[in-house]
């Protein structure tokens, strides 16, 4: 089973950006990043596709525009850049990923995904 490191977590005020990072151990077809709140379920953020030129990437409606998600094949590492952070994003956020396509899986379930980071927290101050 593929390992998944993150980093990047911590606090930010309202507006502000951060930028977390997951690195897997091994080949990976696709990662996203999903969000937990305290009493709140598991959510997708973004996903993005390993090993294709262009395109791949979906978003959360409530992040598009603000969130970039990127990969770097070499690293086996996907990014995600968040900017003008809201204070309802606090969260812990995780990585994810998948080493095949799902047949009949959206990206944003969480049962798409076969292993997952630790989890960072993230911390939006108003």
């Known amino acids: 089973q593929v390992q998944l490191v993150e980093s990047g977590g911590g606090s930010v005020q309202t507006g502000g950006s951060m930028r977390l990072s997951c690195t897997a151990s091994?080949?990976?077809?696709?990662m996203a990043w999903f969000r937990q709140a305290p009493g709140k379920e598991r959510e997708g953020v973004a996903s993005?596709?390993?090993?294709?030129?262009?395109?791949?990437?979906r978003y959360a409606d409530s992040v598009k525009g603000r969130f970039t998600i990127s990969q770097d094949d070499s690293k086996k590492s996907a990014y995600l850049q968040m900017s003008r952070l809201k204070y309802e994003e606090t969260a812990v956020y995780y990585c994810?990923?998948?080493?095949?396509?799902?047949?009949?899986?959206?990206?944003?379930?969480?049962?798409?995904?076969?292993?997952w980071g630790q989890g960072t927290q993230v911390t939006v101050s108003s």
């Open positions: 994810a990923e998948n080493d095949s396509p799902k047949s009949g899986v959206h990206w944003y379930e969480v049962r798409g995904y076969n292993s």
């Open positions: 091994g080949a990976t077809f696709s």
């Open positions: 993005i596709y390993f090993y294709m030129d262009s395109g791949g990437s």
